[in-house]
């Protein structure tokens, strides 16, 4: 029960599309630090006004990808999750 | 050997085959993707590319680990991407492999830029000549959710978020908790519905009176109700199995429809021209005469009083060709002239 009410920082990052929009490439963030984490999503989407984009984004934790956004995340403090909008690489 | 980088610098392609040079391979197959001019008729006046740097390289890493799954013969494999602003028709990304035989190295290439598409999380923003602000873009091969015209259309359910702990909901109110695709299903269900309704009504209204005419009773009620001011007679043509003739339109819900509508209008508008006739005096017949030309605007040509009358009755018939609301003066018409017949008689 404990560890559901903990919070923790970690850094979030912003690229593209949602760096413009939320005006910033990095930002630090308190987050309950077990979340499914597509309530992490939508906290960020309303915290950072990325709201034009919200249909678009997936999000990466500590340089991989969560496949899933359904499934639940642990996070540790300092933690980096970044905000991917659809790449257009190559 | 592995070689993966992100540079801001041009690449030079000399170098990519020198690394990609093995003794022991007859193949090498380099894939340069360069920067475009175009987009959607639009002229690309510059590109920039930008990364989730640590991220892009552990994802590169991955290809090659990958590709060397696949193809375990190959011996140098080389993705390198640029960063930053590249010019038109500069190269911005070089994937390449040697291998002993050619079907490898082609085949893994062809692999690779696709996976490299789909994801490395490397984004390109395009300046076009006439929009200075630019544009993010999205591979086709990108996997997740892309910026499209319909999907920025949708309704942003996060900009007005459902309170999760709503329990004393009135009964008339559903919550609806489905996807987009299916609630504009739904929408355009619902959409397609209505029209098709209004249609069924404008039917209904338009081929009322056929229905009255057969069910004279039960349509009644209906009849009042419509909105339709107009209505046609529907005659089924002969010999024809489908096609009806509109036989003639009833206007039944005018003005000139109303109780007494023709004596109160013929009141008002010649009532203070009779107050002061006397029946018996035939100059004052004359009078009468001379009223209804001046109101009907027709110029009195001499004594002839039948050519007189004659003038009047075409004016009448070209009032009540124009306009209907014109009837009520064939009425004051038949008067007037029982009246001269006899007294001439």
């Known amino acids: 029960?404990?560890?559901?009410?903990?919070?923790?920082?970690?850094?979030?990052?912003?690229?593209?599309?949602?760096?413009?929009?939320?005006?910033?490439?990095?930002?630090?963030?308190?987050?309950?630090s077990v979340l499914i984490a597509r309530n992490l999503l939508n906290q960020l989407i309303d915290r950072?006004?990325?709201?034009?984009?919200?249909?678009?984004?997936?999000?990466?934790?500590?340089?991989?990808y969560i496949e899933n956004l359904d499934t639940e995340i642990n996070l540790q403090k300092g933690d980096e999750i970044a905000v991917i909008p659809p790449i257009s690489g190559g | 050997m592995d070689h993966i980088q992100?540079?801001?610098?041009?690449?030079?392609?000399?170098?990519?085959?020198?690394?990609?040079?093995?003794?022991?391979?007859?193949a090498c197959s380099v894939?340069?993707?360069?920067?475009?001019?175009?987009?959607?008729g639009k002229n690309v006046i510059s590109l920039e590319y930008e990364a989730y740097e640590n991220?892009?390289?552990?994802?590169m890493g991955k290809i090659c680990t990958d590709l060397r799954v696949r193809w375990p013969s190959l011996k140098h494999i080389v993705i390198y991407h640029r960063l930053g602003i590249v010019p038109v028709s500069e190269v911005s990304v070089v994937i390449a492999a040697s291998a002993p035989h050619r079907v490898a190295a082609l085949e893994s290439v062809n692999f690779a830029i696709d996976q490299l598409k789909s994801r490395v999380p490397i984004w390109k923003k395009e300046v076009?000549?006439?929009?200075?602000?630019?544009?993010?873009?999205?591979?086709v091969e990108c996997p997740w959710p892309q910026y499209s015209k319909t999907s920025l259309r949708t309704f942003e359910f996060f900009s007005c978020k459902i309170d999760q702990k709503t329990e004393n909901i009135p009964d008339k109110l559903v919550q609806i908790r489905v996807d987009d695709s299916e609630l504009n299903r739904r929408v355009k269900c619902f959409l397609k519905r209505k029209r098709d309704e209004i249609n069924l009504y404008n039917i209904h209204d338009f081929k009322q009176l056929s229905t009255n005419t057969e069910l004279a009773d039960s349509s009644e009620s209906e009849v009042k109700y419509s909105c339709a001011r107009t209505q046609s007679s529907l005659v089924k043509q002969q010999q024809s199995k489908s096609h009806l003739k509109v036989r003639?339109?009833?206007?039944?819900?005018?003005?000139?429809?109303?109780?007494?509508?023709?004596?109160?209008?013929?009141?008002?508008?010649?009532?203070?021209?009779?107050?002061?006739?006397?029946?018996?005096?035939?100059?004052?017949?004359?009078?009468?005469?001379?009223?209804?030309?001046?109101?009907?605007?027709?110029?009195?040509?001499?004594?002839?009083?039948?050519?007189?009358?004659?003038?009047?009755?075409?004016?009448?018939?070209?009032?009540?060709?124009?306009?209907?609301?014109?009837?009520?003066?064939?009425?004051?018409?038949?008067?007037?002239?029982?009246m001269f017949?006899?007294?001439?008689?």
């Open chain 1, 1 to 32: 029960m404990e560890r559901d009410t903990s919070f923790v920082n970690i850094n979030v990052l912003f690229f593209a599309k949602s760096r413009e929009l939320a005006k910033t490439s990095r930002a630090e963030f308190t987050v309950k």
């Open chain 1, 48 to 64: 950072f006004n990325l709201n034009t984009i919200s249909n678009n984004l997936i999000l990466a934790h500590n340089e991989n």
């Open chain 2, 6 to 26: 992100l540079l801001n610098d041009k690449i030079d392609i000399n170098l990519i085959h020198q690394l990609l040079i093995d003794q022991s391979c007859g």
């Open chain 2, 31 to 40: 894939f340069l993707g360069t920067t475009r001019d175009n987009f959607e």
């Open chain 2, 55 to 59: 991220m892009a390289l552990k994802e």
């Open chain 2, 128 to 139: 076009y000549e006439k929009d200075l602000i630019g544009e993010w873009k999205a591979n």
């Open chain 2, 248 to 338: 003639r339109e009833i206007d039944n819900s005018g003005p000139h429809v109303r109780p007494n509508y023709s004596s109160q209008l013929n009141k008002l508008t010649t009532a203070q021209h009779y107050k002061n006739d006397s029946f018996e005096n035939s100059m004052l017949r004359n009078s009468r005469l001379r009223n209804i030309e001046e109101y009907m605007c027709v110029t009195s040509d001499g004594d002839n009083i039948l050519n007189r009358i004659k003038n009047i009755e075409n004016k009448i018939l070209l009032l009540e060709s124009i306009s209907p609301e014109y009837k009520y003066f064939v009425s004051i018409f038949i008067i007037v002239y029982q």
């Open chain 2, 341 to 345: 017949i006899l007294s001439n008689s």
